[in-house]
């Protein structure tokens, strides 16, 4: 579903500023560097340096970590959903986001990182998730702002990595924006269903929803280019194609004409079209409350994260039994 520039807190930036990189061989960095400017791809048996293998698994394993957390939000009204129809399709979307986790934890095992490793980190609080999924679904409004504004934003963001540097990774978000783009599409109709063909306290909900959710998306492209420690080191790699700031600016210039067919508007006196810059200007982010959020201390930081590892301990068994069968077969292959 969900992913967002690797998040790097400015006391962390601060901190790794002071580490001293390793020493890379000159003749493996030249060939490193000729690949990455001739728009190539590196694959997992090739040579890359520390600091760009120790990028991936942080982007690659936060993104996986979103999709997973991701589900929660809308998981909770799968019981809830208004109509058989919407219930199924709120469940394939769900059933959607777990493989996403699965296709990019794939990806970074590729860079010698274990799976095991990835899920301690996220349950023990050291990995980042996107900080948007700790806020709480108040309504049902609210699952499908999320598919329509939330996914919108993913997929602005995920869309460029299709042309990722690292080939496992852009190779998994083909399928993962193609799936994506569903899903967009799914809660912008749900949407369109409620504002047009609903009660007028249905129409109220889904503008209360858009003002809920709709600063928080605006922060899901990360901080300001000016503030964004690895920004820069990103684009130069190719891990990155485009800055925070100008997906940020293509987002809004995309959305609120949506928002006009729907019928809703955005909370943000300061919107409007600019006809000189040929995009719409827009007010102030508040980024004290997204960097607190992603230092855990959002409305719902604590219960995702307990909700996560409970369902891992939950788990448990099953994990315990695929692999006594795994076992139980290959001793029945070598004896054979």
């Known amino acids: 579903m969900y992913t967002s520039p690797t998040m790097t807190t400015p006391a962390a930036s601060a901190q790794a500023g002071t580490n001293i990189a390793p020493i890379e061989p000159p003749e493996k960095m030249q060939?490193?560097?000729?690949?990455?400017?001739?728009?190539?791809?590196?694959?997992?048996?090739?040579?890359?340096p520390q600091a760009y293998r120790k990028?991936?698994?942080?982007?690659?394993?936060q993104h996986a970590h979103s999709e997973i957390v991701g589900m929660l939000p809308e998981g909770n009204w799968i019981s809830r959903a208004p109509s058989l129809k919407r219930k199924a399709i709120l469940l394939a979307k769900v059933q959607d986001e777990a493989g996403h986790g699965l296709y990019l934890y794939s990806a970074a095992e590729t860079l010698g990182v274990?799976?095991?490793?990835?899920?301690?980190?996220?349950?023990?609080?050291?990995?980042?998730?996107?900080?948007?999924?700790?806020?709480?679904?108040?309504?049902w409004a609210d699952v499908g702002v999320i598919g329509w504004l939330v996914d919108g934003a993913a997929i602005m963001n995920q869309t460029p990595l299709c042309r990722c540097s690292y080939g496992p990774y852009a190779r998994a978000m083909i399928r993962v924006c193609k799936e994506e783009s569903f899903h967009q599409r799914q809660g912008y109709e749900s949407l369109l269903v409620m504002m047009k063909e609903g009660t007028q306290a249905q129409q109220d909900m889904v503008q209360d929803a858009v003002n809920r959710w709709w600063w928080k998306c605006l922060a899901m492209f990360g901080p300001p280019d000016s503030e964004s420690p690895n920004?820069?080191?990103g684009m130069r790699w190719g891990i990155k194609r485009i800055s925070n700031d100008d997906l940020r600016q293509r987002f809004v210039d995309a959305t609120i004409p949506q928002a006009a067919v729907l019928g809703v508007s955005v909370p943000d006196e300061d919107l409007k079209w600019n006809e000189e810059r040929g995009h719409y200007d827009f007010g102030p982010i508040d980024w004290d409350e997204?960097?607190?959020?992603?230092?855990?201390?959002?409305?719902?930081?604590?219960?995702?994260?307990?909700?996560?590892?409970?369902?891992w301990r939950d788990g448990q068994w099953v994990r315990d039994a695929a692999m006594a069968s795994a076992q139980k077969k290959r001793e029945k292959e070598q004896a054979a």
């Open 114 to 139: 274990s799976r095991d490793s990835m899920l301690d980190a996220l349950h023990t609080g050291r990995a980042k998730y996107s900080s948007i999924f700790n806020y709480p679904t108040l309504t």
């Open 31 to 48: 060939a490193f560097d000729r690949v990455i400017d001739a728009d190539g791809r590196i694959e997992p048996q090739d040579w890359m």
């Open 231 to 233: 920004s820069e080191q």
């Open 290 to 311: 997204f960097w607190a959020t992603v230092n855990g201390n959002g409305p719902c930081n604590k219960e995702r994260l307990a909700t996560r590892v409970q369902a």
């Open 55 to 61: 990028t991936l698994v942080r982007q690659i394993s």
